[in-house]
């Protein structure tokens, strides 16, 4: 298994991947390409599992280098799971990669991330509703302070691959 | 009045009202879409990229994909 971190451009990504992996980090550079993406290694129920930093994205349809190399180390780490990395206060475009990754049949984990900036924004989610809605663990984040890293890393167990059709049905019901 | 993002003028505001195609799937993924309300930012100049504002964020635009979006501008 593998823990794959994605979501948009400045999220906070590499800042989950410092706190997750701590400072031995290795600097990976995609065959044919300038991209580079760091990997990791972090305990997890004392196992050592290899993280990805992937380049950030803002769907799976690559329209530029870096976002072609995600979407290829996204399926070339078909056993992994995806922490979801979303900016609190960009909800919606985070949402929509998060569903396409769920839409690919990847366990998700989501993180909304700068859960203290959202704040100050008056941005306001229902975490326990949304995580209701889309039956993947949700957990709100500070990455620059650590808050939630702890819940976040305990949950990352509890992902399991969703079918689209029945978050439908739940936005519906 | 309807026209293309990229002639919208500084601080106009509007709503979507259509996306070309094979565009839409582009700007899905940065919260464009039909029926939501998006603000001019800023214009670059030299057929530069253009920046709305959507829901409190901003997103910039190559001019290529702003001629795509067909927005109902408010007067």
Do not use: H
Not at chain 1, 79 to 99: F, M, N, P, Q, W
Request: with cysteine.
């Amino acid at each position: 298994m593998k823990i794959l971190l994605m979501g948009n451009p400045n999220v906070g990504k590499s800042a989950i991947f410092n706190r997750l992996t701590g400072a031995k980090v290795i600097e990976s550079n995609y065959p044919g390409t300038t991209v580079d993406y760091t990997r990791g290694y972090m305990r997890l129920d004392d196992e050592d599992v290899e993280v990805i930093d992937v380049p950030g994205t803002f769907s799976l349809e690559p329209k530029d280098v870096a976002e072609e190399v995600a979407v290829k180390i996204l399926k070339e780490n078909r056993d992994s799971v995806v922490v979801c990395i979303i900016d609190s206060t960009k909800l919606e475009r985070g949402l929509y990669l998060a569903l396409e990754i769920i839409e690919e049949g990847y366990p998700v984990v989501i993180a909304l991330n700068m859960w203290d900036i959202a704040k100050e924004k008056s941005v306001w989610i229902d975490a326990k509703k949304l995580e209701r809605v889309l039956g993947v663990p949700v957990v709100p984040t500070i990455a620059v302070s650590g808050e939630g890293i702890r819940e976040l890393v305990s949950r990352i167990k509890e992902a399991s691959p969703v079918d689209i059709e029945r978050i439908v049905r739940n936005l519906e019901g | 009045m309807r026209k293309k993002l990229s002639e919208m003028d500084y601080g106009e505001e509007g709503v979507v009202k259509s996306i070309e195609g094979d565009l839409r799937n582009k700007v899905a993924g940065m919260g464009i879409r039909v029926g939501v309300r998006l603000k001019m930012a800023t214009k670059q100049p030299i057929k530069g990229p253009v920046v709305v504002t959507v829901d409190r964020y901003s997103v910039s635009l190559g001019l290529g994909i702003a001629d795509g979006i067909i927005v109902e501008v408010e007067e």
